[in-house]
């Protein structure tokens, strides 16, 4: 039996102010989720009654649920002034924004594998990450407290650490390449949808999105330094040997290739966890006070005073992301709906966990048919207390003018 949809979408009770626009853009056709905006459970990334102040930035990346002039007035007004109206675009797809206790909420976990086929996918992630990180020179070697006594530049001479120049390669050219699953994935979904004449459930936007939030990291730290054309051979040749080896991989099993995507999704969480340390151990001396791309401003909606560092946070918190979700769908099979279409745990789940398990994913999705009768409810009274208003102010006017 295919994984049950709610045959509305859900919002968690973390709108202050709910419109029926919130629920037309959340309804289904078929059973099935499907929706261009979708909303992630959580805080916002901001204290209460803080957004749209100096706190938060307003860019040009997309429309975001975040900025919606219902619930943030003050962007509204500010937006007006600079005469932009209140839509900020909407190009880009959905991606998280994250409050500063879902920055820290990231652990480094690992999925347990079950079968002979989650053996073999963890020995091959293993076996690739060791081998990369050998043609590479990345080290992630503990030091004693002999060894921190040393300087910066003594430690990289021995090869303990990696300057900035070295994160900066590793970190582009392995964004370069973690944005093919999604988009194989999603195209093929996409073709299977058109073949068979059915709706896909809700997998293809939420693939989409994964794609193009890789993409925004590459986008991201390319404002740092522009590869050479070195480099830039390098990527071509690894992309095209990936993408069709991902591509033939997903026609035989979508299970594996998700499985495979979910544990390297697991060394990306370990590579920027290591990435964090270091630069808070102060041995990424370039990279301490370096003030965040604008791109990753307006993406993130980070404070205009935003470093390197809390850049490096919020793409760790992606690929947590792409992790959960990896893991999750690989549990499912190709033919049950999407749990994340419209609404996404928050990193206190996302963090802590690998995956959803099948059962989860449906008593995840059975919780936010709750929050859809939640949500009908508050717009109905909403909408009569307006229509009551209206008629109160109407009678009002109508006796004023008798007299």
């Known amino acids: 039996m295919a994984l049950l949809m709610p045959s509305r979408g859900a919002i968690r009770p973390f709108c202050t102010r709910l419109t029926s626009a919130h629920v037309r853009c959340l309804s289904s056709t078929s059973g099935r989720f499907f929706t261009p905006n979708k909303l992630t459970s959580g805080p916002s990334p901001t204290e209460s009654g803080r957004v749209g102040k100096e706190e938060t930035s307003v860019g040009s990346e997309g429309f975001h649920y975040k900025d919606d002039p219902i619930r943030t007035p003050r962007v509204a007004d500010e937006l007006k002034q600079k005469g932009t109206g209140v839509e900020l675009g909407d190009w880009v797809l959905f991606h998280p924004v994250y409050s500063p206790a879902e920055l820290t909420s990231v652990d480094v976990v690992r999925h ?42 003594e430690l ?173 769908f690989a549990n499912l099979t190709p033919e049950d709906g999407n749990p994340f279409a419209v609404i996404e745990p928050d990193m206190s789940v996302k963090g802590k966990v690998p995956g959803f398990t099948r059962q989860q994913a449906e008593k995840f999705v059975e919780g936010e048919k709750e929050h859809v009768v939640e949500a009908e409810k508050l717009i109905a009274k909403a909408e009569s207390d307006l229509h009551l208003l209206d008629k109160a102010k109407s009678e009002r006017a109508h006796a004023a003018h008798a007299v």
């Open 112 to 153: 347990q594998p079950l079968n002979f086929s989650d053996k073999f996918i963890r020995d091959l992630v293993s076996f690739t990450r060791q081998a990369f990180d050998w043609v590479s020179g990345y080290t992630a070697k503990e030091l004693t407290p002999e060894d921190e006594k040393l300087s910066v530049e």
């Open 156 to 328: 990289r001479k021995r090869g303990w650490i990696l300057d900035d120049k070295a994160w900066l390669a590793r970190i582009l050219f392995l964004e370069s390449i973690a944005g093919v699953p999604g988009m194989v994935a999603a195209t093929l979904r996409h073709l299977r949808s058109l073949r068979l004449m059915k709706r896909d459930g809700g997998w293809i936007h939420t693939l989409l999105e994964e794609a193009e939030n890789e993409r925004m990291h590459l986008m991201t730290f390319m404002t740092i330094r522009k590869p050479s054309w070195f480099f830039r051979t390098l990527v071509l040749g690894t992309q095209g040997v990936f993408y069709n080896l991902f591509f033939f991989s997903y026609l035989i099993s979508p299970h594996l290739c998700h499985r495979f995507v979910g544990c390297l999704e697991e060394e990306a969480v370990i590579t920027y966890t290591h990435a964090i340390k270091e630069i808070e151990a102060g041995r990424v001396p370039e990279w301490e006070n370096q003030p965040a791309p604008k791109i990753a401003i307006d993406y993130w909606r980070l404070k205009p005073s935003a470093t390197l560092l809390d850049v490096i946070y919020a793409v760790r918190s992606d690929e947590s992301t792409h992790r959960f979700v990896n893991h999750s």
